[in-house]
């Protein structure tokens, strides 16, 4: 079992930054990749970012790439996005997964690929 956390979350004018955390129970945390998926009001829950398990392989949804950043920390069981050019259309409420196994371009982007959630974190960009 694996019980996540987010925090970082919060109000953030156009063109600013946020980091989220996630931190993770578990003594395994360094076995799992973990992903970052957004919900929108109204939209469907989507894949925003993954690392693998020691933070070699990164991947991004084409609409954040060079504006977020992906890593972790195993040795404290936390994985960060660090978000900068924020726009508003980044609002949503964000979560972090895990799942074991790995990930690669074509896997680790779905949600029923990830076993554990967390309850997320508000992100409200304003323009």
């Known amino acids: 079992q694996v019980q996540l956390v987010e925090s970082g979350g919060g109000l953030v004018q156009a063109g600013g930054s946020l980091r989220l955390s996630c931190a993770a129970s578990?003594?395994?945390?360094?076995?799992?990749?973990m992903g970052w998926f957004r919900q929108a009001p109204g939209k469907e829950r989507e894949f925003v970012s993954a690392?693998?398990?020691?933070?070699?392989?990164?991947y991004y949804t084409d609409s954040v790439k060079g504006r977020f950043t992906i890593s972790r920390d195993n040795a404290k069981n936390t994985v960060y996005l660090q978000m900068n050019s924020l726009k508003p259309e980044d609002t949503a409420v964000y979560y972090c997964?895990?799942?074991?196994?790995?990930?690669?371009?074509?896997?680790?982007?779905?949600?029923?690929?990830?076993?554990?959630w967390g309850q997320g974190t508000q992100v409200t960009v304003s323009s």
């Open positions: 690392i693998s398990w020691s933070g070699a392989g990164t």
């Open positions: 997964a895990a799942r074991r196994g790995g990930i690669s371009t074509l896997v680790g982007r779905w949600e029923h690929e990830y076993a554990y």
């Open positions: 578990g003594r395994t945390f360094s076995t799992y990749a």
